[in-house]
Structures are given as C-alpha cells and as structure tokens.
C-alpha cells in the first residue's frame, strides 16, 4: 500500500501575512498547493518567506506546478 499525501479541504492554498502594522512581529503563513505549510515569524524571515514563493508552482515537487 502506497502512502498518500494529506489532502486538505477548505483551506485554500496561498501566503498569508499578517501583523505588519508599527511594533508588531510581523507572521507570514504559506500553505502550498501539496499541503505544505511553512511559518516565518520577524522580518527578515517573513521577507525571506515571501520572496521564494512562487504562485502555481510547488517546490516541494521538484518545481512541478502545484496540484
């Protein structure tokens, strides 16, 4: 029997960045169209995070578009 990859429902796939206002820590949330999620906390890291996706396409999958 083959394992199969979670698949999730109702939550759609994208990034998401929130608390970007003056003296907040700002959180980004990137959830990729295999499932992945990956969180970024502080700026350098959210900035990091936000520059490498790519929308459609799923790193995770040797750069095959995402599913």
């Given at each position: 029997?083959?394992?199969?990859?979670?698949?999730?429902?109702g939550i759609p796939a994208g990034l998401t960045l929130r608390r970007l206002d003056r003296d907040q820590t700002p959180v980004a949330d990137w959830l990729c169209g295999?499932?992945?999620?990956?969180r970024a906390t502080g700026g350098p890291a959210v900035a990091?995070?936000?520059?490498?996706v790519i929308v459609g396409v799923c790193?995770?999958?040797?750069?095959?578009p995402a599913a």
């Open positions: 029997m083959s394992e199969q990859p979670a698949r999730i429902q295999c499932g992945r999620h990956e990091r995070l936000a520059s490498a790193p995770h999958r040797e750069g095959r």
